[in-house]
Every structure is written in structure tokens, then in C-alpha cells.
């Protein structure tokens, strides 16, 4: 799955992640984080763990495995960056990356606290679990 930019391929101990198919240079386009844009209210009551929060009245749940953004793992120390704009969701490389690059974006403090603080997987120098132990 994936397009001739990005790849979606099985990473160890992770499940699956987003690959670079091409070189990316600081600021390139790298994906789009889309699905279907519901309440941030109802998302607060979600059991998705694929929610990313436009403001405080909307959040993309890109739960659909179609959505390539979704693929794109945590690391304390991220390749990519994801910024609003337009009320879309897009992630863009916040270096140059190589071809066959796993691509990451920090997930942000409250979802790691939530979900990765005692399990986080992304072995970095900076990473926040390491840190706390």
C-alpha cells in the first residue's frame, strides 16, 4: 500500500509504518493525515487511537486504513512534522530524509503520557521513556 512517494511496510515491534519511496527535503510534502472529521467532543469519547485534533471543535479520526498519514509513527526525535492548514492535516518533512526512511512525527505529550510513555518503541537518544527511567 502506499503511492511512488510512501510505502507502508511492517516495522519490528511497531506493527506497520510509512517509508519514504523517494528523497524528501526540509518542507516537502510528505502526506496527508485525512479521514472522517468528527466532533471533538465525541472524539474525547472515542476509543480510536487514530484521532488528530484540528482545534477544539473538530478532529480527523483516521482510523481507515486508506488514510496514509496513520502510518506515520511516534518518535521523540521525528524525521516529519504535522501542521493544520486549511483545516487539513498535512505532514511535511522537517529534514532531509532518505529514500527508505521510516517517516515519524512526535505525537505530542498528551498522547504519549496516554499511550506510549511506558512502552514507547522509537529506541531515539531523545526518547521520553528512556528519559524517565
Known amino acids: 500500500m502506499g503511492t511512488d512517494r510512501v510505502e507502508v511496510r511492517e ?5 506497520k509504518g510509512l517509508f ?14 485525512s479521514g472522517m472529521k468528527i466532533p ?16 477544539d471543535t473538530w478532529t480527523i479520526d483516521g482510523s481507515d486504513e486508506s488514510n ?3 502510518w506515520v509513527n511516534h518518535s521523540c526525535d521525528p524525521n ?9 492535516i498535512i505532514i511535511r518533512a ?9 517517516l515519524t512525527i512526535d505525537y505530542d505529550q498528551e ?16 526518547c521520553r521513556s528512556r528519559a524517565a527511567n
Not at 516529519?80 to 487539513?88: D, M, P
Not at 498522547?111 to 531523545?126: D, G, I, M, Q, W
Open 40 to 55: 471533538t467532543t465525541e472524539a474525547n469519547t472515542s476509543s480510536s487511537r487514530y484521532l488528530f485534533e484540528i482545534d
Open 111 to 126: 498522547y504519549f503520557n496516554e499511550f506510549l510513555k511506558e512502552v514507547c518503541a522509537c529506541s531515539t537518544v531523545r
Open 80 to 88: 516529519c512534522e504535522a501542521s493544520i492548514e486549511q483545516g487539513r
Open 68 to 70: 496514509l498519514g496513520r
Open 94 to 102: 522537517a529534514r532531509s530524509i532518505k529514500r527508505g526512511v521510516e
Open 11 to 15: 516495522v519490528r515491534g511497531k506493527g
Open 20 to 33: 519514504s519511496g523517494v528523497p524528501f527535503k526540509s518542507g516537502d510534502f510528505v502526506a496527508e493525515y
